[in-house]
């Protein structure tokens, strides 16, 4: 008797890799999506040029009172451009500080870039080298994090923000209130 | 004829094997102690592309994996050991960033069940082995 449940074993084992796989696939994620282990953690120090103002940068100066919105974005990324309503969405309809992060980009081009589709930032360090974004744990540009009003990272999104992005972010944002 | 296409298809696949030690280190970024240059290397190795995924940082071409063999040279010119660089990458990245995932109580299962399964095959071959000289 016991042999022959033995026997049995493999495809019972079989049959639950195949359910757990058809699982994997039916339910909806981005399995090219890696969770960020900056999640609970502080946000990174770090100090900057800002594109629009004379003052450097600081970033324990900028972080810890409130709400804050930081967007990894760059010109020559054409995600971010699509994403941009979104972000303006964040600063001029709720009312939510953002912070923009000019990555590896031109000044000159990040200023009229602002002009022609509006500038939704409070501060727009500028990460010249890419080593702001690594502080980050930043992959691929957009990518979008919550801080909370204790410097605390709260949620990381990488790639353009859409609709349902935006709702999702919005509905956190009024649950950390 | 066969024989000899046979012979080439060999050959091709053979210099294949010979040349996979390919690599994106740019010749501005080698260090010039050949030492530190070695231990960058080996490093660079371990690490994951997060772009590619599936390569290592030493191979892929990306300009993420070229920031961090650069950021990855710095620190062993800072003196950093091995062990710090590795936790500044994942303390970043997370373990994902390692190609090699470590032994911890969540990748158990990912490090021992190729173990257990190949055991209970073990079992079962013998099991039915002796079933069949039974027969016999």
Redesign the interface.
Known sequence: MLKKEILLLPLIIFLFILITFFYLLKIERNPSEIPSNLINKNVPIFEAESLLKKDTFISSQEFGREIIIVNFFATWCKPCRDEHKFIKRFSSKNKIRVIGINYKDNSKKTVQWLKKLGNPYSNIPLDKNGSIAIEWGVYGIPETFIVNSNSMIKYRHVGPINKNVYNKIIKMIKNMK | MKNKFFLLIIIFFLTLYVNNDLYSVEPDEILQNTKQEERARIISKNIRC??C?NQSIDESNS??AK??RV?IRNKILDEKNDREIYQFL?????D?ILLKPPIKSNTLLLWFLPVIFFL?GI??VF??DN?FKKLK
């Not at chain 2, 994942?90 to 997370?94: N, W």
């Open positions: 997060m772009v995924q300009p993420l920031d961090l950021l994942t303390d970043r990245y997370g994902f209970l079992y079962v099991f039915h079933k």
